[in-house]
């Protein structure tokens, strides 16, 4: 049987401000049918990036797996919250990765008012 050799990785960008969006607080979640279960959790550099993959080559499976970016604790940090609730708090981005070597990206362009993602490279 090969060995798995892919990785995943993401970067938050702040669109609003122009900046990495340091100090971010991300959870890494497995999902398994309707089970949840807690893969890694890491806060972004300077960079807007977790300091090396948020699920390495020696973790890597494939399956169905959702990042959970605590966007509201930054825009709050930042400044940028505005009135409570806030509009966006915690964001889910649910994906799966189904190529055992492949690297998966998957970055998060933020502002308190909207976000986008998309599997980048």
């Given amino acids: 049987m090969a060995q798995d050799t892919g990785y ?5 960008l702040d669109t609003a401000r122009g900046v990495p969006a340091a100090g971010m607080h991300i959870v890494l ?3 398994d049918g309707t089970m949840r279960e ?8 300077s ?22 970016f605590h ?22 981005i ?6 055992p070597g492949a690297h ?3 970055p998060l362009l933020l502002s308190p008012f909207s976000f986008s993602t998309y599997r980048g490279s």
């Fill in 8 to 12: 995943l990785t993401t970067h938050v």
């Fill in 29 to 31: 979640y497995r999902l």
């Fill in 38 to 45: 807690v893969v890694a959790a890491k806060h972004t550099n």
């Fill in 47 to 68: 960079d807007g990036r977790t300091d090396g993959p948020i699920l390495p080559q020696a973790e890597f499976r494939t399956g169905v797996f959702e990042l959970l």
């Fill in 71 to 92: 966007a509201g604790d930054y825009l709050r940090d930042t400044g940028q919250a505005g009135a409570e609730p806030l509009f966006l708090d915690e964001i889910p």
């Fill in 94 to 99: 649910r994906f799966g990765m189904s190529d």
């Fill in 104 to 106: 998966y990206h998957v």
